[in-house]
Nanobody, 124 residues
Framework: QVQLVESGGRLVQSGGSLRLSCTASGRAFSSWSMGWFRQAPGKEREFAAGINWAGSSIYSTDYADSVKGRFTISRDNAKNTVYLQMNSLKPEDTAVYYC??????????????WGQGTQVTVSS
């Protein structure tokens, strides 16, 4: 029903910035909750950031403590795209980043569809 394609992952120096993009296919993108999860080597996949549909054209954002204040999630519904702006990157941010979508209003607890992932590597 929904196909997600991420892009933007690359090597970046510690303290640098990077923006990831995720473009979705499917109907009614504006009413889907979207988010980003990440999986570092040797660790389980974890929630990073979400932007949840709250009805009408209202959205709420949600961030993991580890990225709060450094990462910003946003969406452009006209382009069926969600972004993750990452600033002040640290080596511990190194991970495969996955885009996710959900028809439920809480992406953090109910991700349903997943992208293929994009590698982000932060050097020290």
């Amino acid at each position: 029903q929904v196909q997600l394609v991420e892009s933007g992952g690359r090597l970046v120096q510690s303290g640098g910035s990077l923006r990831l993009s995720c473009t979705a296919s499917g109907r009614a993108f504006s009413s889907w909750s979207m988010g980003w999860f990440r999986q570092a080597p040797g660790k389980e996949r974890e929630f990073a950031a979400g932007i949840n549909w709250a009805g009408s054209s209202i959205y709420s954002t949600d961030y993991a403590d580890s990225v709060k204040g450094r990462f910003t999630i946003s969406r452009d519904n006209a382009k069926n795209t969600v972004y993750l702006q990452m600033n002040s990157l640290k080596p511990e941010d190194t991970a495969v980043y996955y885009c996710a979508a959900s028809s439920i209003r809480n992406i953090r607890s109910s991700p349903t569809y997943w992208g293929q992932g994009t590698q982000v590597t932060v050097s020290s």
